[in-house]
């Protein structure tokens, strides 16, 4: 009743762009208040996320974490699931990558490693968010409260093996050792030398392009199958999907398996494309992110894409913004997410309301305006 | 082994108090069908707050005025978006906890310029221990002696005032009008509503008085467990307190048992660190850490009791359909 008297585009891009517009404001305050000029703190920002070559492949690195965790929440999103666990899901994820890879990097090429490590990806996180889905669904545990549960889990689980199991002897640091040449995902460099071209080392790697295929058959999923059917309709209404014979118990762990495995190959990118072993806190909140990212990109792989590539941008921008301003750090980029959630998210439906009023007095103008027309 | 046993209870005192009052604050919200996950991010910025207010004023009653007031406020903007307009609480929630720990940590760097953290109070900027009257007669009494002086004596007045606020909220939530309402407004809002009364003021007074309690919380963190703020203090605490809201069915009293439970498994862990037992051998400690999120796992899916919460929790109230 409220959307038909918004045009649907208004709908899908002006409305969130207000939203964004909103979130940035109440930064831009925040950047007054603590001495650093937000105009000037912008300009650094996209210089050093877009200005040279090594910040886009920064950026891009960040990006491929932000549209794993974000197609995961969306993925639980479009089935009215709130899956707040992707940080511990990425976590085993990253954990089952680096297993993989330490067990196989003396005997396998990497063609031969990938697919296992995707693989191996994908069965892990998923792995983590069964047990939640499987209680949602037929335990009646809600899913939030257990997948908050099962991130601190997770993180202390990735301790003790850290610590007690994978940890070099000799060493002090929780960190296994790095793996051969052979396990590590090509960058983005050295993928681009392969067709002649160069570009700056950076962390940017074959598993960005992963995350776009992930994004296609997601799409292909929600909107090319019967199950994205099945899925979007229980989002909709659970009580028509149930009623028009969709078992909401299974598709509750098919989705949240999907969501999971989509969140736990945010490992490809952390362990085989950055960090080249195991250790602590590599998820760093990705996961959380992710909530964002999906929330500004509206449930849509498109949207997910242009919203984890904004993040790229103030994550790589933040790191920038450390060294020409002293009063701030990363933590900033925190403040600016947090308005992004509470803007996009929370109060999404705030200005709902202002700019359908302002349509219905748009429509009576114009309706005015044709009965004087009319009337002469 | 007796005085062991004390010394450990008297350390669960300690690490329980900030999960009574943040587990409390949990039991207003949820029971007036606001789900809390912000717990967390109250409770860090009210630690942070305190210690700041308290390093600059040297009161450190003006610190947990502050404390209180920057709790009260985020849980205006938690309902302001959740109640007003009808967004959805755990995003909201999500949001608060991550501004929280951002603003926390941007504006100490900016104030105190020591990478986030406050500067260290003094004892006389604390809220320190208070030794009960006769305490010190009656130590080498045996048994009760050790029991009064150790255990019940020396806390400060923080844990002192969680421990009565758990008979008062009983009584508040289950004796008075206003604990009937709010009650009400969790289960049913549709009811609450016919009869005249506004849904939409319960639930903001509940999330004002979690605030509070919150508020608190974060006090105790910063200016009496420890001397000044660091950041991510709260680390998962208000989490414990989620589950341990959980873990006692949403009651006063059954909430004060789960967080003296899971106070008793944090302070065993730091004890247990690397000491071999009996038959099992050494248990890491990890393993301990995580039992009261496994525990409320298992809780919650019905598999040791069952834990039901309130029934329109976690949906915004719309009035007309």
Known sequence: MNDSKIPAWVNVIVLPLINIFFAFAFAAIIFVAVDVNPIEAAQVMVAGALGYQEGIGYTMYYATNFIFTGLAVAVAFSAGLFNIGGEGQAYMGGLGVGLACLALDHTLPFWAILPITMVASMAFGALWALIPAYLQAYRGSHIVITTIMFNFIASALMVYLMVNVLKLDGQMAPVSRL?????????????????????????????????????????????????????????????????????????????????????????????????????????????????????????????????????????????????????????????????????????????????????????????????????? | ?????????????????????????????????????????????????????????????????????????????????????????????????????????????????????????????????????????????????????????????????????????????FKTRFGLRLRAAGENPHAVDTAGISVAWLRYRALIVAGILTGIAGAYLSTAHSAGFVPNMSAGKGFIALAALIFGKWRPVPVLFGCLLFGFLDAIAIRLQGAELPIVGEIPVQAIEVLPYVLTVLLLAGFIGRAVGPKAVGQPYVKSR
């Open chain 2, 1 to 173: 082994m007796f005085e062991s046993l004390i010394l450990i209870l008297d350390a669960t005192l300690r690490v329980s108090a900030p999960l009574i009052l943040a587990a409390l604050a949990g039991l207003f919200s949820e029971r007036s069908g606001i789900v809390n996950i912000a717990l967390e991010g109250k409770m860090l910025s009210g630690a942070f707050a305190a210690a700041a207010m308290t390093s600059v004023t040297g009161s450190v009653w003006l610190g947990l005025l502050a404390a209180i007031g920057v709790a009260v406020c985020l849980s205006l903007i938690h309902g302001f978006a959740s109640i007003t307009h009808r967004g959805d609480q755990i995003v909201s929630g999500v949001a608060i906890n991550m501004l929280a720990v951002g603003l926390t940590v941007t504006l100490g760097r900016f104030w105190f310029g020591l990478g986030g953290q406050t500067p260290a109070l003094v004892d006389s900027e604390r809220f320190l221990p208070i030794t009960l009257p006769g305490a010190d007669a009656v130590a080498d009494v045996p048994v009760l002696g050790l029991v009064y002086s150790e255990l019940l004596s020396g806390h400060n007045v923080l844990v002192y005032l969680a421990l009565a606020l758990v008979p008062a909220c009983w009584w508040v939530v």
């Open chain 1, 179 to 376: 793996f051969e040449e052979s396990a590590i995902m090509p960058a983005f460099h050295e993928i681009v030398a392969w067709f002649g071209l160069s570009f700056s080392q950076s962390p940017m790697n074959l598993s960005f392009f992963i995350a776009l295929g992930c994004c296609v058959l997601v799409w292909l999923l929600l909107w090319r199958t019967r199950w994205g059917f099945a899925i979007r309709a229980m989002g909709a209404s659970p009580s028509a999907a149930e009623y028009g014979g969709i078992n909401s118990k299974k598709l509750t762990i098919v989705v949240m398996l999907i969501s999971g495995a989509l969140s736990g190959m945010l490992g490809l990118n952390e362990v085989q494309g950055f960090s080249y072993q195991l250790k602590l806190d590599f998820v760093a909140g990705y996961g959380f992110t992710g909530i964002a990212v999906c929330l500004i990109g509206r449930n849509h792989p498109i949207g997910i894409i242009l919203a984890s590539l904004l993040f790229g941008v103030l994550y790589q921008g933040g790191a920038e913004l450390s060294f020409d301003f002293p009063n701030i750090d990363r933590e900033m980029i925190q403040v600016v997410q947090a308005l992004v959630v509470l803007f996009s998210g929370a109060l999404s439906l705030m200005l709902v309301k202002p700019t359908e009023r302002f349509f219905v007095y748009l429509d009576q103008k114009k309706k005015a305006a044709a009965k004087v027309e009319a009337g002469a």
